[in-house]
């Protein structure tokens, strides 16, 4: 049926056409008026529009954080350049990106020149490393507290003192002050009196000051945080001057700390522990302290033995020039004080004592002496009992809680009862009032 309505419809049965230039036609019956102009066509799309929007776009999306920008494709009507799509950055940018670079080259280099230390499984091994990390942990920042409050910028020349008395009386009274500054410490037995190694008169020539020194002999202390570095036979002697109110922690540990953080008041120009091969140097580097309340001035040096295989010396320097190495191939040899010492104009100086500016070691722990692993297992086991624990309060806690709320309940049980009983026992006797006889 449907084949039959497709055959027979004509859909131009009801069409008049209309001949000549008629403003009106008959479409399906209808007769409609047809527009005096023709409609225009319809516009073209423009290509090289589109194209700038795309480009403006991206442009945008790649505008990079620190305000540099791409350079934007210029007009078909300029010189036509090619986009190679590379960032191109500003003067100041490119400035600060070398400084960051330099920078960064700088600390690898520290870095790589300090040397790092693997940590030993043994307990032997770890000994130096403990006690480096205790003596570092002591240290902190005090250097640079230090220099602060003893910076002599503008303050004048002090002489050598002359006590009345026999010649030498002021190696005996400091000797006096420091075998009880020692024993206040408990280091009387790190350090004793050797006179046959005081310094000659010949080696004291080239020094300034070259007043006479006292020498003592160092003997590591034997506990758990002491360093116990013993020379080789091919290690050489040197010199390292420091300061009073850290010669507690240097006998106490038995190690030399090295110097590679300006930040906390280190001066060095390769990063690690610099001795000098001569006592001069020594003594020059070493601060006058007023350690004790008669007035003298005294430094304290110490003397070292060192590897030679491990240090590191700058070229084209003097016969006498600083040799920098690690606190591991140092080792403590004897202590060199010069006592009544003059101070030179602005150099550092402390005119007194100060209890809060001495580096004190703190007491060490056996628990603190373990190997790695040990230390690790047992700080695992003592984590697992004390959840242990924990989850035992815990129980009891909630055991206790339950109870005390079980015993409220059945006393509020045993008060609603009574108090039920209690009514019915007035409604009774209401009842047997109201009740003829």
Avoid at 5 to 19: G, N, Q, R, W
Avoid at 60 to 87: L, S
Avoid at 285 to 306: K, N, Q, S, T
Avoid at 323 to 344: E, F, K, L, R
């Amino acid at each position: 049926m449907t084949g039959n309505l497709s055959a027979d419809f004509d859909p131009t049965a009801h069409v008049t056409e209309v001949t000549g230039p008629s403003e009106y036609v008959c479409v399906f019956g209808r007769w409609m008026r047809r527009p005096s102009q023709c409609a225009p066509e319809a516009p073209k799309p423009d290509l090289q529009q589109k194209k700038r929007k795309r480009q403006h776009a991206s442009h945008d999306r790649e505008k990079p954080e620190h305000g540099c920008v791409r350079e934007a494709p210029r007009d078909n009507t300029a010189e036509k350049t090619q986009d190679d799509g590379k960032r191109r950055r500003c003067a100041s940018h490119q400035k600060k990106l070398v400084e960051f670079n330099a920078e960064q080259a700088e600390v690898k280099a520290e870095k790589s020149a300090t040397p790092q230390r693997q940590a030993s499984a043994s307990p032997c091994a770890d000994g130096l490393d403990f006690a480096i990390a205790k003596a570092e942990k002591g240290r902190a920042s005090m250097v640079a507290t230090w220099k602060k409050l003893a910076n002599g910028k503008g303050k004048p020349f002090v002489e050598r003192s002359e006590l009345a008395g026999p010649p030498g009386l002021d190696r005996e009274l400091f000797n006096h002050h420091f075998q009880s500054w020692l024993s206040e410490r408990g280091l009387e037995d790190a350090l004793e009196r050797d006179p046959k190694k005081d310094p000659a008169p010949a080696e004291l020539a080239d020094c300034k000051p070259n007043f006479p020194c006292l020498y003592y002999k160092y003997k590591a202390p034997r506990i758990p945080d002491t360093a116990q570095i013993q020379p080789g036979p091919k290690w050489k002697r040197a010199y390292h001057g420091t300061w009073f109110y850290g010669l507690r922690s240097i006998l106490r540990h038995g190690v030399l700390l090295e110097s590679n953080d300006k930040g906390k008041g280190h001066e060095f120009s390769e990063p690690g522990l610099c001795v000098a091969p001569g006592l001069a140097k020594g003594i020059w580097f070493a601060r006058p302290h007023a350690v004790f309340d008669d007035g003298l001035f005294h430094r304290a040096i110490i003397e070292v033995a060192y590897d030679p295989s491990q240090a590191t010396q700058k070229r084209n320097k003097k016969k006498n020039a600083n040799i920098t190495v690690s606190s591991d191939a140092v080792a403590i040899t004897a202590v060199i004080i010069q006592p009544n010492s003059h101070v030179s104009a602005g150099e550092e100086r402390f005119t007194g004592w100060d209890e809060e500016l001495e580096i004190i070691p703190r007491i060490t722990k056996p628990s603190s002496m373990r190997t790695p692993e040990a230390a690790s297992k047992a700080a695992l086991e003592a984590e697992g009992q004390l959840k242990r624990e924990r989850r035992h309060l815990e129980y009891e806690a909630r055991r206790e809680t339950y109870a005390r709320r079980a015993e409220e309940a059945w006393r509020e049980r045993d008060e609603l009862r009574r108090q039920h009983a209690q009514r019915e026992e007035e409604a009774r006797r209401r009842r047997r009032s109201l009740s003829p006889p």
